[in-house]
Structures are given as structure tokens and as C-alpha cells.
């Protein structure tokens, strides 16, 4: 089972409601898919430090919009160092509403779930006009 986190940028329950939905597309899919909040998991506020080992254990996925992730050397380097695959949703310059996110995780999901299995690590971001390496 491969565990997609959603970082605590996102509403929780968006992690909850897509595990719900992807609850009932494992039932035919050969690789199931577990869809978590990292702020339910391992704590609002949690450091990049703490949780980012963890999921890497897991062979994990990472949704964020957290950009500086990508940019900042000591983050970046802790994402390869562990092995994480990341989908970068770079939000318009006034954000994300609840719903436009909402869509933007429905519109993509199936590309994801496709692109989630590229050698890791890997970094990839998510625009209103597809998904590109970074």
C-alpha cells in the first residue's frame, strides 16, 4: 500500500475525504492507495525534520503548496535524502479557496496516482494546466 500524505496546507479533510473515495477504487486497483493528512498523523505545526524520515520509510507521496520545500537547500536536500516522491500545487497569487483546491486535486488525481510511481525522488508541479517535472 503506498500512503499519499496531504500536507497541513490543505484542510485535513480533504486527505479524509479522498481516502474515502480512494477506499473504494482500491477495490479495483492493484496498487492500493492510503490518503492521509500529515497534521492528523504527525501533529499540527510538525517540523520537516520530525515527519519527513517517516514518510520516507513509508516509500510515501507528498501533496503540498509549499513551494519553499523545493527551494530552501536544507528542505530539499531532507526530501532526496529520504526517497519522497512530491506533487507541488502552485496556487494562484491570491491562494487556493477550499473548493478551487478541491477541484484541482479532483482534476489530477488520476494523473498522480500515475505519475506516483516515477523513480525516486521526485519532484513534480501541479498548475491549472497540467503537471510538469521540476
Known amino acids: 500500500m503506498t500512503n499519499i500524505y496531504i500536507d497541513e496546507n490543505f484542510a485535513p479533510q480533504l486527505a479524509r ?8 477504487l482500491n ?3 492493484t496498487s492500493p492507495i492510503k490518503v492521509l493528512s500529515i497534521s492528523d498523523v504527525f501533529g499540527r505545526g510538525a517540523k520537516d525534520e520530525d515527519w519527513i524520515p517517516k514518510a520516507g520509510e513509508e516509500n510515501a ?3 503540498t503548496q509549499d513551494l519553499k520545500i523545493f527551494r530552501t537547500r536544507h528542505q530539499n536536500e531532507l526530501f532526496k535524502e529520504h526517497g519522497l516522491g512530491v506533487f507541488f500545487f502552485k496556487p494562484p497569487s491570491t491562494g487556493y479557496s477550499f473548493w478551487q483546491m478541491l ?3 479532483i482534476k489530477y488525481w488520476p494523473e498522480i496516482k500515475k505519475k506516483m510511481n516515477a ?9 491549472p494546466r497540467g503537471i510538469k517535472p521540476l
Not at 475525504?17 to 473504494?24: E, K, M, P, R
Not at 523513480?119 to 498548475?127: D, E, G, L, M, S
Open 17 to 24: 475525504g479522498f481516502d474515502i473515495f480512494q477506499q473504494h
Open 27 to 29: 477495490l479495483k486497483e
Open 61 to 63: 507521496i507528498i501533496i
Open 103 to 105: 477541484e484541482q486535486l
Open 119 to 127: 523513480k525516486r525522488p521526485f519532484a513534480f508541479i501541479v498548475t
